[in-house]
């Protein structure tokens, strides 16, 4: 919160005597009634960010990653060897005033909240069942703290399937959240097309759930001089995973999920004409693809998040991804909602499409906002 300047040269003024006084009482009046505000700071803050921005694009910011303090604090060290070039610090010091200050400085009214890779679950049942359960409580609380700012895509302990059936109950029975959040893949490269994840995606198809997929790093991750593994690897994740869900028939089987992937599907349009389906027999092509490949991408949402940042990579989205599919991300912390927001204003789209994207579309997933 910027605070005004109380602190007046007089000199400068030419004032006589007898004004220098009225000056110094009214100077320390502004000076006491500054101070009884600064007391009661916290309170203010929490009342000035409860209804958000009433004006602006009142943005809907789908890719927005939180660090609740006791998980952060008990994996830290995962989180840092996942993403080395971010210090400690870099997540444990989030909090939620960090992201409300940004999101009111841009024109964000909601965040939805999510874990950011290396996830969750570390290969132990049970801790990540602890884990998926103070996130999601966090989470939860995070969205009464605030009412209409923050939202979350509730984690699950993934490959974890009992764990995640319960959690997936716990989120939309008890905690009412938005969705479920899951990354590209886990357990030694298992893509979500993989049949132990059946189960799983079967559930929240009965829920007809929206469904967040973060990257993550599968495996194989080859070192490039000056390219930290992130850049290359989390945009090719979300492409093998996405063709996996295509080609291993999940999409069609489960067609109540709502999908949103990252960074507009990383470089899943880029590889579509390799991806087509080209060595299918007839039979295959009826089960997997009937309508065809691109078809099948149409189908899904995708955030802008990174991608937005660059007028290349963008036309591509735009040629390919309907306009109704699109959604504002801004991967907060690793990018400034600034950043993104300001990319997405130089869209040279219509006016109507760019609301859908800072907005429109993100309310048809999110009922509880259109209120």
């Known amino acids: 919160m910027k605070r005004p300047n109380v602190f007046l040269d007089r000199k400068s003024l030419n004032l006589t005597s007898s004004e220098r006084n009225v000056s110094r009482r009214k100077l320390l009046g502004m000076i006491s009634a500054l101070s009884a505000g600064m007391a009661v700071a916290p309170r203010s803050f929490a009342q000035s960010v409860a209804a958000g921005p009433s004006i602006g694009p009142r943005i809907i910011d789908t890719h927005h990653h939180i660090f609740p303090p006791a998980f952060t604090a008990r994996n830290l060290k995962r989180m840092t060897d996942d993403s080395p070039t971010f210090p400690g610090s870099f997540y444990s010091n989030w909090t939620p005033r960090y992201s409300l200050e940004q999101m009111d400085q841009n024109g964000v009214a909601t965040a939805i909240g ?87 995606l079967e559930e929240l198809n009965r829920r007809k759930a929206v469904v967040f997929v973060h990257p993550t790093i599968s495996c194989c991750a080859m070192p490039i001089l000056h390219v930290n593994r992130v850049q290359i690897d989390f945009p090719t994740d979300t492409t093998r995973t996405i063709t996996d869900l295509i080609y291993s028939g999940s999409l069609i089987r489960f067609p109540n999920i709502r999908w949103i992937f990252s960074h507009a599907g990383g470089t899943i349009l880029m590889l579509t004409p390799r991806l087509a389906g080209g060595g299918l027999t007839p039979e295959e092509r009826a089960a997997t693809i009937p309508n065809g490949f691109e078809h099948e991408l149409q189908k899904l949402y995708y955030d802008v998040a990174s991608v937005a940042l660059s007028p290349i990579p963008m036309a591509a989205v735009f040629k ?12 907060i912390p690793f990018f400034t909602i600034e950043r993104l927001a300001t990319a997405v204003n130089k869209f040279e789209i219509p006016a109507a499409d760019l609301r859908m994207i800072q907005r429109e579309n993100a309310l048809q997933l999110l009922s509880r906002l259109r209120t």
């Open 320 to 331: 390919g991804i309907p306009m109704n599919r699109l959604l504002f991300g801004s991967d």
């Open 114 to 200: 999510s874990m950011t890779s290396p996830g969750i679950w570390f290969g132990n049942n049970e801790e990540g069942r602890r884990n998926a359960r103070d996130c999601n409580e966090y989470g939860a609380k995070l969205t009464q703290d605030y009412p209409g700012r923050f939202g979350m895509w509730g984690a699950i302990p993934l490959p974890d399937t009992d764990g995640s059936l319960r959690e997936i109950e716990y989120i939309y029975d008890h905690l009412k959240l938005d969705g479920v959040g899951l990354l590209t893949s886990y357990d030694n490269g298992k893509l979500l097309g993989h049949p132990n994840f059946a189960p799983v």
